[in-house]
């Protein structure tokens, strides 16, 4: 289906979404630790979409997202956190994530949103309602 | 719960775009909340009848409560309770969508009881657990921060048992100064509430976390099982955090970490709670 990145600090939440994204049938062509990673990686991969954590060490996922989206502003980004504070939301939006995930996350809340953000930009066709 | 949730829900659903969703959140402090969306909210009138109330305002130069009085939709007392409530923060999101038409009161209302029912069950045993809590624990000493902290081990009862699958309890406050401790999973909150917060347990209930919150069982203690904890404590406190929202504190979290320590001197600023489960026993330090 799609071609997703994966960035976040923890091992945990990469292998969660890894084997919720790869049981939906997508697939997770990198993984970043970091946001500079992210940054470095976004270019050689070029996937379809990225999930973003937002507090990260170092570069935090909203100046990754912003780098990233300053040399490609097609990019599909959608944030994740564990924070579902209004300033955050409105940061990562702000920013340019197209859409936002809570932590914790689970099949049901993740493919949602993906979906939306493919069906929105042309990755895949909206189902009939 | 209901303002920046329901927000990011109705993003979730594909209703509201994230341009339209900023804009909302940009000028909705500078909006004044209507009494009919208000009834709406609480349920006091059903969005045809605050139609029908428009509809008369536009022919009639009177007020919303004096005439949904006049056609029995609400008492006065009722219109009294709505003029309180439109101070509300939380109200003036669904004001801004009504503004901006970005959708219609009828689907606003239906939009709020799919989102009641998809987010706020796990808000009706809060005042419960807190009552609980303050039996077996006195934060007094915080003053009027310690509604805050039974609010914090309150909440941590609820989430040992959403994602931990273990009604747990708690026991006792400790007041020992020195321990011997095997691992400590930490993480500080900071901003308008600046509170260091950690798990102290022994390996085996380290293991056992990490594994009913991973869903798998994990063996050993290595990078996943320590990475699973600290993300069981960031997932808490980002919860924590959320609703210390509502109470207007903006705050921030910081990377957890796990660690293997040894013997640690606890401050006398510290509060530590026992947490008792199935699976064993861990503590919880505050400290402010």
Known sequence: ?129 | MLNQYFGYYLLNKGILTNLQLREILETEQTVKVKLGVIAVNTGAMTAEQVEEIHNLQRTRDQKFGALAVEKEYLTSTQVEQLLESQQEGHLTLLQVIANKKYMTLAAVEKALMDFREEYETANQTCDTDRLIVKQMVDFSAAGPKADLLYKYIGLLKRNVLRFLNDASFVFMQITEHEKNVQWIASQQIIGDLSLSTGFIMEESVLLEIASRFYGESLMKVDEMALDTVGEFLNVHNGIFCSSLSESGFITDLQTPFVLKKGKESFQLTDYRVAIGTSFGDFEVILSM
Do not use: W
């Open chain 1, 1 to 129: 289906m799609a071609r997703i990145m994966i960035v976040d600090d923890s091992m945990m939440m990469r292998a969660a979404l890894r084997k919720i994204l790869e049981k939906a049938g997508h697939e997770v062509v990198s993984e970043a630790v970091n946001g500079q990673q992210a940054i470095d990686n976004y270019p050689k991969y070029q996937p379809d979409l990225v999930t973003m954590d937002i507090t990260m060490p170092g570069l935090s996922g909203i100046e990754a997202l912003k780098c990233i989206l300053d040399t490609a502003p097609q990019a599909n980004i959608v944030a994740v956190s564990a924070l579902g504070q209004k300033h955050i939301i409105f940061d990562a939006l702000e920013s340019g994530a197209k859409n936002y995930v809570l932590k914790p996350i689970t099949e049901d809340k993740l493919l949602p949103v993906i979906n939306l953000v493919l069906e929105q930009n042309g990755f895949i066709e909206a189902a009939p309602r």
